[in-house]
C-alpha cells in the first residue's frame, strides 16, 4: 500500500483550500415581497429610521438629508426607487449607510475618523450614502461565487446584480456603485456640499 508523499499532501491540501468556498458576510432584506441582499464590506452603519430633510426639486425617492458623524448624508428610499411607494415605517426598516460613489471632488483632506470614507464627497471620489431598507434585520454568509446572471437586461435598474437561491427564496444581490443615476448623483452629493460649506 503507498501513501501520498508530504508534497503531494500538501499539493492537496493547496487544491482544497482554493476549492473551498470563499464566504462573505450579507445583509438582508427586502422590496416588496422580493429578497435582495448587500455587501456587509460595503457598510459603514447600520441605523435607525428617522425624518430627514427634503430636498425640493429631487426625485421622490431621494428621502432627503440627515448627518452623520457631523456632515450631511443623502438618503434614497430603496423601495421607492424600485417600486414607487415608500418603505413602510417599521421598527425593521432601517438606514443603512453604505460607501458610495459621489459625482464631485470634495475638499483636500476630508476625510472621516478611524479612515472610514467622508460622509461628504470627497477627493476619492467616494462618499457616505444612506439606504432606506425593509427588514433589514438579518445577516447571512453566502460565497459570492454561487450567485448567478439573472439573465435580464436591467439597464433601467443596474443596481439589481446577480442572483441566488437560498432556503426556497430567489435573493439579488445589491450593487452599491450603480444605485444612483450620475445626473442624480452629481446634484445630491452637490447639495450635501452646499449645506456643508
Given at each position: 500500500?503507498?501513501?501520498?508523499?508530504?508534497?503531494?499532501?500538501?499539493?492537496?491540501?493547496?487544491?482544497?483550500?482554493?476549492?473551498?468556498?470563499?464566504?462573505?458576510?450579507?445583509?438582508?432584506?427586502?422590496?416588496?415581497?422580493?429578497?435582495?441582499?448587500?455587501?456587509?464590506?460595503?457598510?459603514?452603519?447600520?441605523?435607525?429610521?428617522?425624518?430627514?430633510?427634503?430636498?425640493?426639486?429631487?426625485?421622490?425617492?431621494?428621502?432627503?438629508l440627515g448627518m452623520y458623524h457631523g456632515s450631511t448624508l443623502p438618503v434614497i428610499d430603496m423601495t421607492a426607487l424600485a417600486t414607487g411607494r415608500a418603505a413602510a415605517r417599521l421598527t425593521s426598516t432601517r438606514v443603512v449607510v453604505v460607501d458610495s460613489p459621489a459625482a464631485p471632488a470634495g475638499r483636500p483632506g476630508d476625510r472621516a475618523p478611524q479612515g472610514r470614507p467622508a460622509p461628504g464627497p470627497t477627493t476619492s471620489g467616494r462618499a457616505a450614502l444612506g439606504l432606506i431598507l425593509e427588514q433589514a434585520t438579518e445577516t447571512a454568509h453566502y460565497d459570492p461565487a454561487a450567485f448567478l446572471p439573472s439573465g435580464l437586461d436591467h439597464r433601467d435598474a443596474p443596481y439589481l446584480g446577480p442572483v441566488l437561491e437560498s432556503e426556497g427564496v430567489l435573493l439579488q444581490w445589491l450593487r452599491v456603485d450603480e444605485l444612483v443615476p450620475d445626473a442624480v448623483r452629481e446634484r445630491l452629493f452637490g447639495a450635501a456640499g452646499e449645506i456643508e460649506a
Amino acid at each position: 500500500m503507498s501513501f501520498p508523499s508530504s508534497t503531494g499532501l500538501a499539493g492537496t491540501a493547496a487544491a482544497g483550500a482554493r476549492a473551498a468556498p470563499q464566504r462573505r458576510l450579507f445583509l438582508r432584506f427586502t422590496i416588496g415581497a422580493d429578497g435582495y441582499v448587500l455587501d456587509t464590506h460595503e457598510i459603514l452603519q447600520v441605523l435607525p429610521l428617522r425624518r430627514y430633510k427634503q430636498i425640493p426639486g429631487m426625485p421622490a425617492w431621494v428621502a432627503g438629508l440627515g448627518m452623520y458623524h457631523g456632515s450631511t448624508l443623502p438618503v434614497i428610499d430603496m423601495t421607492a426607487l424600485a417600486t414607487g411607494r415608500a418603505a413602510a415605517r417599521l421598527t425593521s426598516t432601517r438606514v443603512v449607510v453604505v460607501d458610495s460613489p459621489a459625482a464631485p471632488a470634495g475638499r483636500p483632506g476630508d476625510r472621516a475618523p478611524q479612515g472610514r470614507p467622508a460622509p461628504g464627497p470627497t477627493t476619492s471620489g467616494r462618499a457616505a450614502l444612506g439606504l432606506i431598507l425593509e427588514q433589514a434585520t438579518e445577516t447571512a454568509h453566502y460565497d459570492p461565487a454561487a450567485f448567478l446572471p439573472s439573465g435580464l437586461d436591467h439597464r433601467d435598474a443596474p443596481y439589481l446584480g446577480p442572483v441566488l437561491e437560498s432556503e426556497g427564496v430567489l435573493l439579488q444581490w445589491l450593487r452599491v456603485d450603480e444605485l444612483v443615476p450620475d445626473a442624480v448623483r452629481e446634484r445630491l452629493f452637490g447639495a450635501a456640499g452646499e449645506i456643508e460649506a
